[in-house]
């Protein structure tokens, strides 16, 4: 039987990394074998093409740039991780997937949510995750919580990342992999609703 597959999503500064690592901890203290991997990232070639989307210097990056870059980098991390990890039975968590590009260069970006998540589930046939947990917070309270000087994309501004929370709540409604959870609570509560519906699935 496959391993499972679980994302973290939400705008930059919801918390996603902090729970997705939390998820990872509590699976692996019940002796589950778990893979995290964040994206974009994960492989040799997604950390190069990391340093390429992130690096603020790249301001003259189009969405559709973007948008394949992504996806380059996820084709990686598919073929090289994730699938290879789910046919041993490993559990796999990721910090961000598909979802990310369809809300922020589909929606914020202009160039279509339906259009990246055709790309991801019909042209490249990425694996579909179990259930994509969605941190949802205000952009102005993720934006006070950042710690490191602001990337590429999180430069881009507050009116940028509205127009993403907008579009997560709103694939949200229409996806039933989704599950919005209220990122401005308390870390311990929001694992435990996370780690319910883990065991849902597993």
Do not use: N
């Not at 973290?8 to 589950?32: H, P, V």
């Not at 603020?56 to 699938?83: D, G, N």
């Not at 019909?122 to 309270?141: E, T, Y």
């Amino acid at each position: 039987m496959p391993g499972g597959l679980f994302a973290f999503e939400g705008i930059d500064g919801c918390g996603k990394s902090t729970q997705s690592r939390l998820l990872t901890l509590e699976l692996r203290r019940r002796g589950r074998p778990v893979l995290h991997l964040r994206e974009p990232g994960g492989t040799a070639i997604g950390e190069a093409v990391r340093g390429l989307l992130l690096d603020p210097r790249r301001r003259e990056m189009t969405p559709w740039t973007e948008v394949f870059l992504f996806m380059a980098s996820r084709a990686q991390l598919v073929s090289e991780k994730i699938r290879p990890a789910r046919s041993a039975g490993v559990t796999v968590i990721l910090d961000r997937y598909y979802y990310s590009t369809a809300a922020y260069q589909g929606a914020a970006g202009g160039v279509g949510v339906a259009t990246v998540l055709a790309l991801a589930e019909k042209v490249a046939r990425f694996d579909k995750p179990d259930r994509v947990f969605v941190l949802d917070i205000d952009p102005d309270a993720a934006a006070r919580r950042r710690r490191s000087p602001a990337d590429r994309i999180e430069r881009k501004g507050l009116a940028y990342q509205r127009a993403v929370r907008r579009s997560f709540l709103s694939i949200a409604k229409r996806d039933r992999r989704l599950r919005v959870i209220d990122g401005d609570g308390d870390a311990s509560d929001i694992h435990r609703t996370i780690v319910r519906e883990v065991d849902r699935v597993l």
